[in-house]
């Protein structure tokens, strides 16, 4: 059975600074509202979207005693939905993609914590696999039906669309692709291809090939979705072949050079670039952060006082060291120091791995790589205290992501308001970057031009 917040579920998402709400203040919902949310989704419903997971047995620290896990990796909020690659190489042998869109699902359970609601739901036979979805930034009852109804439908996807032509119904309902349909209608047989490839009126898509992967061919799980989809003017005109399992991709063996430069890496002090939450699974400390050679996906700092399973307790410029590397496909997990843990994926190569490992690390402090910069702005950096005139990005070197950001204009000059996590500190020595005064809750730091200006509430 799935395990909610008891059972210490994870997932690391993309953080947006662009959100559109103000504060940091997060009720949980009523046992009115659970009651409501939990009779909808115990009912029958329809996934809209894919429903990748991990799944993995973990054991209870300092005892014998063993539980499956099944951790969520697609956040969903009541504006969007933030989906886990489909890639192949960016994936773990425990990524699972069992639920597609159309999936009948029932049986529903809630895990409830702050503004975090945890939905672990089973598939109808054949496909009675359990999946879960995590719904974030949940402070009402509404918020909760605006994720739900972005996540699932109470009828079947192709009978929401009665303009649609009957044929192409059909075919949804049996998971079959066919010719003419709209990408969004093959999106109801296929879900979120991998990659897609758009050359003026053709777009090109290449769907999955494996609910699950692994480095043996023989343990691959095949999607049986064509290897490619051709959309011309918006209508599905060729459908590429079925490729037989023995032929699908493997998950990538291990890799000598990468290993080798890894093991150079243990016991190295390196400081952190990032925020690397990490969270509890099982009395253990599970990773929270993925880098991959194009980005990093962090999650949301706005619930992260809402929450007992998610700490925040190291932020950029943190010194660490790594004790561990371990590869499963195209991901290497890092283990440290202070309960530091992540995810590096996209690796194929060893500069891939290079790539993503720089995006988390930094081989001095963060304040020397900028000689440029002026000399009491890396003070304060290195001291942790903020001092007029910072950039966005010299601010986050001292206090990590906020929790949340207000963007605006006055007066024709760009205005960003942020809400940290936790109380900063101005600095009174500019040399130094000695502390002042802690800067009050209801006066938040405020750029104007890209330039930190304090005093703003």
């Known amino acids: 059975m799935f395990r909610s917040f008891a059972g210490r579920s994870v997932f690391a998402v993309v953080f947006v600074l662009a959100m559109t709400s103000a504060g940091s203040s997060w009720a949980q919902l009523s046992k009115a509202d659970i009651d409501k949310a939990t009779a909808m989704v115990k009912r029958t419903n329809y996934l809209r979207i894919d ?40 994936l773990a042998e425990d990524v699972v993609w069992y639920a597609r869109p159309n999936d009948p699902m029932r049986n ?84 979120q291809p991998v990659s897609t490839e758009k050359k003026g009126n053709v777009e090109t898509w290449y769907p999955r090939q494996a609910v699950s992967n692994s480095k043996n061919v023989k343990r691959i799980e095949p999607t049986d979705f064509p290897k490619s989809l051709e959309f011309v003017d918006g209508k599905l005109t060729t459908i590429g072949e079925v490729v037989p399992k023995d032929k699908l991709v493997p998950l990538l063996p291990k890799s000598q050079p990468i290993e080798d430069y890894a093991t150079a890496l243990l016991e190295k002090p390196l400081y952190l670039r990032i925020d690397a939450p990490y969270r509890w699974a099982l009395q253990h400390p599970e990773f929270a952060v993925e880098a991959s050679p194009d980005g990093v996906r962090i ?16 932020q950029p410029n943190d010194k660490v060291f790594i004790s561990d590397v371990r590869q499963s496909g195209g991901a290497f997990d890092l283990d440290g120091n202070s309960k530091f843990r992540l995810r590096l994926v996209g690796i194929k190569t060893l500069d891939d791995f290079k790539a993503a490992f720089n995006r988390v690390f930094s081989d001095v402090p963060l304040q020397n790589e900028h000689p440029d910069w002026p000399a ?17 990005e010299q601010l986050h070197m001292v206090t990590g992501l906020p929790m949340n950001v207000e963007k605006r204009e006055e007066n024709g000059a760009p205005v960003e308001v942020w809400f940290p996590r936790a109380k900063l500190k101005v600095c ?30």
């Open 428 to 457: 009174k020595d500019a040399a130094t970057g000695k502390a002042e005064y802690v800067l009050p809750p209801n006066v938040h730091p405020t750029f104007v031009g890209g330039k930190l200006v304090l005093g703003a509430k």
């Open 299 to 314: 999650p949301d700092p706005w619930t992260a006082d809402e929450t007992d399973v998610t700490y925040w307790s190291l």
């Open 108 to 191: 529903g359970k809630l895990g409830v914590q702050g503004g975090i609601v945890e939905v672990g739901v089973e598939g109808l036979p054949p496909n009675n696999r359990e999946v879960v979805l995590r719904f974030v930034r949940i402070r009402t009852f509404q918020d909760f039906q605006a994720a739900f109804d972005r996540a699932f439908s109470a009828v079947p996807l192709q009978e929401e669309h009665a303009d649609w032509p009957a044929d192409i119904k059909v075919a949804i309902g049996a998971r079959r692709v066919v010719a003419g349909m709209t990408p969004e209608q093959a999106f109801c047989v296929v879900g």
């Open 376 to 392: 009491d702005v890396r003070a304060g950096i290195k001291s942790r205290c903020v001092v007029a005139g910072m950039t966005p």
């Open 51 to 90: 429903a990748p997971c991990r799944y993995y047995r973990g054991q209870y620290a300092n005892s014998l005693a063993w539980a499956n896990q099944v951790v969520p990796l697609v956040e969903v909020s009541p504006t969007e939905v933030r989906p886990h690659s489909a890639r192949p190489e960016y």
